[in-house]
């Protein structure tokens, strides 16, 4: 007969920050293994259960997922241990995320008060915990029959390991339990699970400073643990390795953590607010002969904001202005949203969609089922307050910052083994040593906040209930999970720090010049671009999007003579693969001119359309070149596209060009930073004095890149392998 399987109660994963594999690589090696189960126990945090169910929901494995924690706590008589905390229910989600938000810590690791965790239990399984658990500490001070009995009652389940220098340890207490009727589990405590792994753990413990090393801290399968438990009888190993673990298992209901509605803020009469005013600010801002056009676009708009159901937020996005006291020429904004008619005719951009071209599939997408996002780039100096205000905005319950979680990077990895090849005078391989940062990069480092993300909770929400709150180094209270796994069911308002925008208003305020007078296109201000004697360009250094010489020296070559020729030199600074071994070839060796080349996303729809492809092909095409996926080996979908570009006459140099693209930056981002680049450049021209004062004081200002992406839907390079994919 075939050996039922084990299942694993007590695993660590990258999560928690001191593991070599992450939540996904675990449920897929488990699954290979017929694991039915497995409980992701990370030290004083649960960052790993947004991760759980995201591999549960896309990888299908067969091995079930069980929440929990191993949790520090501290008793009356001030003794420190851990305690292993399951998740059996609903409920006991909820008493476990309001034991993490009363518990709000600046700490990474934080340790919680026993007595709150025993008064909130209810729906939770308490296991005694493993090598810094109190059972085992007593086992190992020999304490009395008597005294282990009474501290058994607080648990509902004992863990107990499969070393060997705990056999004698492990055999008492397996007899107390069973008279007692208490369940007994072998668990492996893994921080790894290829034994190859147990060199990066030992790295992992010396960068935290443990001597939990001595030990092979892997995960064992179901062989190698009644193996290690074979000195008891082989019924009672069976049940301790086997049978108790699956009866734990069978207590934990399979719950959901990432929400599935829409907690999106409502107000009462939205869409026809929304729509008023627009209307009222249409007939001001536009002719009569361009009023059908712009009436055709807004109500296109209209349409794709009562389908996401986003009318509220664009209301409370101005009520936030209107409460600052702020114009549109006072913020800019990043992203898709800068194009939208909406949004300009509602008084939170500047930029006008229609005079620039930009086109609302580009935004809201080609079935208007894309919600937008509107980031704000507001004044340095009033960051804080606009976030303040954000929280009594109407219909809002709370507005707190979204969190980060930063990560072991590649680099901070290599230094970790040299600082253990230097301590320990253990050195490896280049190749050995590139296995063991790769096992160490992803780990969990720290948590901290968004720059300027603020999670908008409506009235009458739980929020505490969907996600826990903590706490970062400056006592800012922070959502516990990240936005990313959120995104679809909470509005994020992106209020971001932007030094411009602050030396804009300080400018004005000096000068008594009115920011929404500024033209955008004077004929000194473009001079500013325009070479020298020698070829260089110097005017316009001290302008944010030109301050690298990498930058400039795009200038030099493409010569711009207007505000549309710089705003795509902007795109082609921000993007990646589009101008350095791409256009930058087409205009040094085939002679192409600015007009003639592309730039962002936008430039590539049109130049679709302009071929006679169908919209919807066009825009599926130019979304897949601009996030680069057009560009990778064997893409299925380019090859049938291609096939549709070349019969509609697409020239060689065209595709040539997609193939190369990694990320294209959308023209409405590089708009809005233009409109501010040329505002402070009439200043420079206009009011030098000020102006280099005013840099002086911002010295940093004007340092602007790649850095400044915002990717719609934001991903990691590692999501792969996080998912247990290769």
Known sequence: MDLEERIELHIHSKEGGDSTVYVGEIMKQLSEQNIPAVAITNTSNIFCFTEMEMVRKYRKYTTRAIFGMEMPVVDEEGNTYSISVLVRN??????????????????????????????????????????????????????????????????????VLPFE??????????????????????????????????????????????????????????????????YLPEDKAREVVIKNTHRIAEMCETISIIPK????????????????????????????????RAEERLETELAALQKTEMESYVLLVRELLDKCGLRACDISLRGC????????????????????????????????????DIDINVPTDRQEEIMQKAGT??????????????????????????????????????????????????????????????????????????????????GTLIAYYEYYFMWHSFIKLDLLSHAPQEMLIRLSEQTGVNLEEIP?????????????????????????????????????KLHPDNFDDLVKICTLSHGTGIWEGNMQVLVEEKGFKIKDIL?????????????????????????????????????????????????NGAEEWFLWSCERILYLFPKAHAVSYMLVNMKLGWFKVHYPGQFDRMVKQYPGSCQTGNDCRIPEHPTEVSSVRRMGGY
Not at 92 to 107: T, W
Not at 210 to 225: A, G, V
Not at 524 to 552: I, K, M, Y
């Open 90 to 159: 609903d409920t006991g989600l909820k008493n476990l995320y309001g034991l993490i938000s009363d518990n709000a810590s600046a700490e990474d690791f934080p340790v919680y008060e026993l007595k709150e965790l025993l008064k909130h239990r209810e729906g939770l399984l308490l296991g005694s915990g493993v090598e810094s658990g109190k059972i085992y500490k007593m086992l190992m001070n020999e304490e009395t029959t008597e005294k282990l009995n009474e501290a058994l009652s607080l648990f509902d389940y004992v863990e």
């Open 165 to 230: 220098k705990y056999e004698s340890a492990n055999i008492r207490i397996i007899d107390i339990c069973g008279k007692s009727g208490i369940p007994v589990v072998a668990v492996s405590d893994a921080h790894y699970i290829d034994p190859e792994d147990r060199m990066a753990y030992k790295i992992i413990s010396h960068w935290h400073r443990r001597n939990k090393c001595t030990e092979d801290y892997r995960f064992l399968n179901t062989e190698e643990m009644l193996k290690a438990f074979s």
């Open 261 to 292: 509605e829409k907690y999106f803020p409502k107000m009462e009469n939205a869409a026809e607010m929304l729509r008023n005013r627009c209307y009222e600010n249409l007939q001001q801002k536009y002719s009569e002969k361009e009023s059908v």
């Open 337 to 372: 949203a800068a194009g939208s008619m909406v949004l300009y005719l509602m008084g939170i951009n500047e930029v006008d969609p229609l005079k620039y071209e930009l086109e609302p599939e580009i935004l809201f997408g080609i079935d208007n089922d894309r919600e937008i």
């Open 393 to 474: 905005l109407t219909g809002i319950e709370a507005a707190v910052r979204a969190s980060t979680f930063p990560t072991v990077t590649r680099a901070f990895a290599e230094s970790l083994v040299e600082d253990y090849m230097e301590d320990t005078e253990y050195y490896f391989l280049m190749d050995r040593m590139e296995e063991i940062v790769l096992k160490l990069a992803g780990n969990f480092r720290g948590r901290g906040k968004h720059p300027g993300g603020m999670i908008l909770f409506p009235a009458g929400c739980d929020y505490k209930r969907i996600s826990p709150l903590t706490k970062t180094e400056d």
């Open 520 to 556: 955008t296109e004077d004929s000194e201000v473009l001079a500013l671009f325009r070479t020298d004697e020698n070829g260089v360009v110097t005017g316009c250094a001290d302008l944010p999007e030109f301050r690298s010489e990498e930058t400039r020296k795009m200038v030099e």
């Open 599 to 647: 730039g962002s996303r936008d430039d590539i729809f049109h130049h679709i359309l302009a071929l006679g492809v169908d919209r919807v092909t066009a825009f599926e095409i130019s979304e897949a070149v601009r996030k680069g996926t057009v560009s990778r080996a064997g893409n299925a979908k380019w090859t049938s596209w291609k096939k549709i570009l070349m019969q």
